[in-house]
T-cell receptor, first 110, second 119 residues
Framework: QKEVEQNSGPLSVPEGAIASLNCTYS??????FFWYRQYSGKSPELIMS????GDKEDGRFTAQLNKASQYVSLLIRDSQPSDSATYLC??????????FGTGTKLQVIP | DADVTQTPRNRITKTGKRIMLECSQT?????MYWYRQDPGLGLRLIYY???????NKGEISDGYSVSRQAQAKFSLSLESAIPNQTALYFC??????????????????FGPGTRLLVL
């Protein structure tokens, strides 16, 4: 079992819709959770981090964490074509290295 | 200027050659990382360093070595390059520990990447 699992996609949503990206992790002691966006050929950039159960909102982005279910998600409201990218979920145990999922490719259709 | 820089940005080399990829940062972070990225495999950790005197192997360190010359510099070497080392390589730094409301928090900052082709 992979430590961090994501559906590779592509996930296609129409412009203006809500995109929902999901991630599960295997290490129950994980403390920190991240979502990175990566455009093709570019480096990953952090868009959201979450450390506590519940929701965290930042503009059009909402991260949701459920430690009991070992599940973290990212919602993108009012999706735009510029949101088309690969989204990487990453998990850290605090003092340990960060582990990345393989990413979900999102396509926002105009 | 970019906070995390990598040189070269692109490199073509031949099997058996030794090459070095360099990473520099101006963020003042102690932690630095080298990853490689392959299609369908995501980011995989090669080596990481929590400070100048602390270097650790990641999940795929075979065939690679590193040097942490200073807090700001972390180099990755391929001792004898082979075609399956063809990949996109990223250097990253981390601001851990950053103490926030949830305790220890961390953000990784990535360099622009080096695209390596081994023929």
């Amino acid at each position: 079992q992979k430590e961090v699992e994501q559906n590779s996609g592509p996930l296609s949503v129409p412009e203006g819709a809500i995109a929902s990206l999901n991630c599960t992790y295997s290490d129950r002691v994980s403390q920190s959770f991240f979502w990175y966006r990566q455009y093709s050929g570019k480096s990953p950039e952090l868009i959201m981090s979450i450390y506590s159960n519940g929701d965290k909102e930042d503009g059009r982005f909402t991260a949701q964490l459920n430690k009991a279910s070992q599940y973290v998600s990212l919602l993108i409201r009012d999706s735009q074509p510029s949101d088309s990218a690969t989204y990487l979920c990453a998990v850290s145990g605090g003092y340990q290295k960060v582990t990345f999922g393989t990413g979900t490719k999102l396509q926002v259709i105009p | 200027d970019a906070d995390v820089t990598q040189t070269p940005r692109n490199r073509i080399t031949k099997t058996g050659k030794r090459i070095m990829l360099e990473c520099s940062q101006t963020k003042g972070h102690d932690r630095m990382y080298w990853y490689r990225q392959d299609p369908g495999l995501g980011l995989r950790l090669i080596y990481y360093s929590f400070d100048v005197k602390d270097i650790n192997k990641g999940e795929i360190s075979d065939g690679y070595s590193v040097s942490r010359q200073a807090q700001a510099k972390f180099s990755l070497s391929l001792e004898s390059a082979i075609p399956n080392q063809t990949a996109l390589y990223f250097c990253a730094t981390s601001d851990f520990p950053r103490w926030g409301a949830a305790g220890g928090e961390e953000t990784q900052y990535f360099g622009p990447g080096t695209r390596l082709l081994v023929l």
